[in-house]
Structures are given as C-alpha cells and as structure tokens.
Nanobody, 115 residues
Framework: QVHLVESGGGLVQPGGSLRLSCVAS????????MGWYRQAPGNQRELVAT???????NYVDSVKGRFTISRDNAKNTVYLEMNSLKPEDTAVYYC?????????WGEGTLVTVSS
C-alpha cells in the first residue's frame, strides 16, 4: 500500500511558477513510475508528466518546455516544477504511483492560474 500526499498548489498569475510536491509512504518508493495528472472542471483527467524508476521522463505536449518532473528517492518525493503558467493549466493536480498491477492516487492539489 502506498499513501500519496500532494502539496504546493495555489493561486498564481499567468506567467508565474509553482512547484508541486508529492510525498509517498508505505512501500518501496524507488520501484514505482511516478506521475502527475490533472483534471480541469468538466474535463477528463489527463496525463501531465511521468518519471520512471530510472529517471526517464515523459510529458504531454502542452507542457513541454514549461514543466519539469523530478524525483528524490531518498525523500520518497516527486516534484513538478511548473513555469510560464497559463490559465489553461488551471486544474486539480494528482500524484500517481504505478508498478505493475499496483496503482495509487493522491487526493490532489488545486492549481489556479488567474490574474
């Protein structure tokens, strides 16, 4: 069992930056592929970025060059650095841990990009 807790969301102006954190507890963190997903009102949840146990990353096209996912296995933490934020980035951001048949979600943190 893995328990995920996100933090770092909030209100930011367009063009601003935020860093989301997700702390995992309860299992062997470094074997999991970790991901960030988001869900805007009225939309389906979508993949934002993932990072494998070996550090390989993947991003949705809309955030490439603006967002960076990273992980610190010693701290059981995955991060999402978000720069040049746009109003369309507004959503609840969810942390995900995936390994084979095991898949876990956090409760989400709200990011609002507005002037």
């Amino acid at each position: 069992q893995v328990h995920l807790v996100e933090s770092g969301g909030g209100l930011v102006q367009p063009g601003g930056s935020l860093r989301l954190s997700c702390v995992a507890s309860g299992s062997i963190f470094n074997i999991y592929t970790m991901g960030w997903y988001r869900q805007a009102p009225g939309n389906q949840r979508e993949l934002v970025a993932t990072i494998t146990s070996s550090g390989a990353t993947n991003y949705v096209d809309s955030v490439k060059g603006r967002f960076t996912i990273s992980r610190d296995n010693a701290k059981n933490t995955v991060y999402l650095e978000m720069n040049s934020l746009k109003p369309e980035d507004t959503a609840v951001y969810y942390c995900n841990a995936d390994w084979g048949p095991l898949n876990y979600w956090g409760e989400g943190t709200l990011v609002t990009v507005s002037s």
